[in-house]
């Protein structure tokens, strides 16, 4: 099967640990593998360091900084690399565990019916008991494969996806319009929706494993699920079929609230700080057509989005 790997890269030297690991992995794979890097003109040496990894300049594609667009770019990444039947799209700061998860990430697409598949991401070392359980719960031990009709069932933990590892069958891609080209954040969502109404199968897998975590802020937590809120506005044709996910938020809640009394219980406030800060953000987020464009520039934090 022809593959294509994907990372979009800018001023990657703040992630060098993990991005150094995955370019070193990266190069273990076959030649048949085709390996692309699209940078928004980084400020630093990333460049520098993809070539000093062994990649050429016939795999760097650099572009203004002000074209990046999480889905405009993907979709760039897929144009350029059609020929390939399955491309695997990861972000600078996941670790991949070993050139396996990408094999068996790409074993997914035996399956003819699978039009999208994701990995399993672990928490980095340093990660705060909030990331940890972030990752516990959105990332199980337990591979599945979800089809449409799985909506009644999962609501829209039916459509979760991710975009720091993942793969799509590029003919697939073709055939739901690709990644669309402008989207705030989430466009592993938009894919996989589209995917699921067409036809296609979602499949996670568990054994397709990288790192990847953040320690967020409260500035960040807030401003993380403002984009997350304008997302579903502007997409609210996804819980219209697929449900809120204020279900799937009650769930996580009472993990995290577990885990939290049980393992670290003087966290418990500022727990209770950042659930109330996910929930005035996102409801921001979702009523932002409402606010001042100047606010909501100041409040998101994908500013070259607006």
């Given amino acids: 099967m022809k593959t294509g790997i994907f990372i979009p890269t800018y001023n990657a030297s703040k992630d060098f640990i993990y991005f150094k690991s995955n370019l070193a992995i990266l190069k273990q794979l076959p030649k048949n593998y085709q390996v692309l890097f699209i940078d928004s003109s980084s400020k630093d040496n990333t460049v520098e360091i993809i070539k000093q990894s062994g990649f050429t300049n016939e795999q760097i594609k650099i572009i203004p900084q002000h074209e990046f667009d999480h889905g405009r770019t993907r979709q760039l990444a897929a144009e350029i690399l059609a020929d390939c039947e ?32 994701f990995g399993r991401q672990l928490p980095h070392k ?24 799985d909506r009644n069932k999962y609501g829209i ?27 705030i954040v989430s466009e592993d969502m938009y894919v996989a929706t589209k995917m699921l109404k067409v ?8 054994k397709a494993t990288c790192y990847h975590s953040h320690n967020y802020t409260f500035t960040q937590e807030f401003q993380r699920y403002f984009d997350i809120g304008v997302f579903f506005a502007d997409e609210s044709w996804i819980k219209d079929d697929f449900g809120t996910a204020d279900s799937e938020g009650k769930k996580s809640i009472i993990q995290l609230a577990k885990k939290v009394l049980s393992k670290k219980p003087w966290l418990f406030p500022e727990m209770c700080l950042r659930i109330l800060i996910k929930i005035v953000s996102f409801k921001l987020g979702a009523n932002y057509l ?9 409040i998101s934090a994908q500013k070259q989005y607006w």
């Fill in 86 to 117: 399955v491309v695997v799209y990861l972000t600078q700061d996941a670790e991949l565990t070993s050139v396996e998860s990408i094999y068996n990430i790409i074993n997914e697409f035996d399956n003819p019916k699978v039009g999208t598949a």
């Fill in 126 to 149: 340093n990660a705060d008991i909030f990331a940890i359980e972030n990752r516990a719960f959105n990332y199980p031990s337990d591979s599945y494969t979800r089809s449409y009709e």
């Fill in 157 to 183: 933990k039916c459509v979760f996806s991710s975009d720091s590892f993942a793969a799509y069958r590029i003919s697939a891609l073709k055939e739901i319009g690709g990644f669309p080209s402008h989207c």
């Fill in 199 to 206: 036809g296609y199968k979602i499949s996670y897998v568990a």
């Fill in 290 to 298: 409402k606010l001042p464009i100047s606010l909501v520039e100041k």
